[in-house]
């Protein structure tokens, strides 16, 4: 079965920059569409990142646009989220996320991570 395990994340001041992991397995990786979603406290789970299967293409939110680069390494079955300059708000539960189905908008992937608290202190 689909198995995606975060890792990564941590208590990080404001500016700084973390590198999260996603490391996939029981799939065929490079077939599936990769992403991060996050969860802030008292908020609902948002999208962050996406990257299709062969890397080629990209979409961020606008609230981490320009700060945060999502990558893959299809070799390594292993998706990633660079975080830079980040700020307090950026405090959240980080989930990984798969799905090999056409892409829809409100894309609700059907794999996910057990996410990975990271906490920006300011």
């Known amino acids: 079965q689909v198995q995606l395990v975060e890792s990564g994340g941590g208590l990080v001041q404001a500016g700084g920059s973390l590198r999260l992991s996603c490391a996939a397995s029981?799939?065929?990786?490079?077939?599936?569409?990769m992403g991060w979603f996050r969860q802030r406290p008292g908020k609902e789970r948002e999208f962050v990142a996406r990257?299709?299967?062969?890397?080629?293409?990209?979409y961020y939110a606008d609230s981490v646009k320009g700060r945060f680069t999502i990558s893959r390494d299809n070799a390594k079955n292993t998706e990633y989220l660079q975080m830079n300059s980040l700020k307090p708000e950026d405090t959240a539960v980080y989930y990984c996320?798969?799905?090999?189905?056409?892409?829809?908008?409100?894309?609700?992937?059907?794999?996910w991570g057990q996410g990975t608290q990271v906490t920006v202190s300011s």
């Open positions: 996320a798969a799905d090999r189905r056409p892409y829809r908008s409100n894309w609700s992937p059907n794999y």
């Open positions: 990257m299709s299967g062969s890397g080629g293409s990209t």
């Open positions: 029981g799939l065929t990786f490079s077939n599936y569409r």
